[in-house]
């Protein structure tokens, strides 16, 4: 059976180390877990989802497989047990990868974080620190006429600037192509957001000044990399 996956997938299977035990939160379909587990990246998988439903179909993929893992319907890490190497979380929300992250502190155990946001990957960023993970690297991709980026993160005291948390570690495993696109995709939604402010009737001094900075940021690593 040929799983296909799609470039954000791609990406994510590209950042994860090899390591033994790796959990999939939110694991859905579970091919990302079955195609690290073929390919020898892992030797044992966790596949965790809050539906047992989507978990069926993990299930089911891997009986097809003829691959074995541990399925668990768990709320994030809450009822995941045992050493874990590999952490995976993608295709949620920043806030929603926050909370699973501090809720399931306790599980983490040192363990590389691989994390997928949707957007708002610059607080997923300044979180990392709070719970002592220091930002490793990033991948921007392109998937669905949509750009992301794949934080990979490990336990460390590095702490980042205002400046490195909003823009990210996107030097390193990325070509200029890609970081151009992605720091014009945050100028464009920085200009939007001044924009709305500005019409604003009431407007919020403190949130203009972050966003202005914000963008002046941007505009100094285009005009360095990608005009």
Same mark, same amino acid.
């Given at each position: 059976?040929?799983?296909?996956?799609?470039?954000?997938?791609?990406?994510?299977?590209?950042?994860?180390?090899?390591?033994?035990?790796?959990?999939?939160?939110?694991?859905?379909?579970?091919?990302?877990?079955?195609?690290?587990?073929?390919?020898?990246?892992?030797?044992?998988?966790?596949?965790?989802?809050?539906?047992?439903?989507?978990?069926?179909? *993990? /299930?089911? =993929?891997?009986?097809?497989?003829?691959?074995? $893992?541990?399925?668990?319907?768990?709320?994030?890490?809450? !009822? #995941?047990?045992?050493?874990?190497?590999?952490?995976?979380?993608?295709?949620?929300?920043?806030?929603?990868?926050?909370?699973?992250?501090?809720?399931?502190?306790?599980?983490?155990?040192?363990?590389?974080?691989?994390?997928?946001?949707?957007?708002?990957?610059?607080?997923?960023?300044?979180?990392?620190?709070?719970?002592?993970?220091?930002?490793?690297?990033?991948?921007?991709?392109?998937?669905?006429?949509?750009?992301?980026?794949?934080?990979?993160?490990?336990?460390? *005291? /590095?702490? =980042?600037?205002?400046?490195?948390?909003?823009? $990210?570690?996107?030097?390193?495993?990325?070509?200029?192509? !890609? #970081?151009?696109?992605?720091?014009?995709?945050?100028?464009?939604?920085?200009?939007?957001?001044?924009?709305?402010?500005?019409?604003?009737?009431?407007?919020?001094?403190?949130?203009?000044?972050?966003?202005?900075?914000?963008?002046?940021?941007?505009?100094?690593?285009?005009?360095?990399?990608?005009?």
């Amino acid at each position: 059976m040929l799983l296909h996956v799609d470039a954000r997938q791609a990406a994510l299977l590209q950042a994860v180390p090899h390591c033994n035990r790796l959990a999939d939160i939110g694991t859905d379909h579970g091919k990302l877990p079955a195609l690290l587990l073929m390919k020898g990246v892992c030797k044992q998988a966790v596949l965790a989802d809050i539906s047992v439903l989507s978990l069926q179909k *993990a /299930r089911d =993929l891997f009986h097809d497989l003829r691959l074995e $893992g541990d399925f668990v319907v768990s709320d994030g890490l809450s !009822s #995941i047990d045992g050493a874990l190497d590999c952490i995976v979380i993608a295709g949620m929300g920043s806030a929603t990868i926050c909370h699973i992250l501090e809720s399931g502190r306790e599980k983490l155990g040192g363990a590389i974080l691989v994390l997928g946001p949707n957007l708002k990957e610059e607080e997923t960023r300044a979180f990392l620190q709070i719970i002592g993970y220091a930002l490793l690297y990033e991948y921007i991709v392109e998937a669905n006429q949509k750009l992301y980026c794949i934080l990979v993160a490990a336990p460390g *005291a /590095r702490k =980042l600037s205002d400046r490195e948390c909003f823009i $990210g570690k996107i030097h390193e495993k990325n070509t200029v192509q !890609s #970081i151009c696109k992605y720091l014009r995709k945050k100028e464009k939604a920085l200009r939007i957001r001044l924009a709305g402010l500005q019409q604003s009737s009431q407007t919020d001094e403190q949130e203009m000044s972050v966003q202005k900075q914000r963008l002046e940021w941007v505009l100094e690593e285009l005009k360095v990399l990608c005009l």
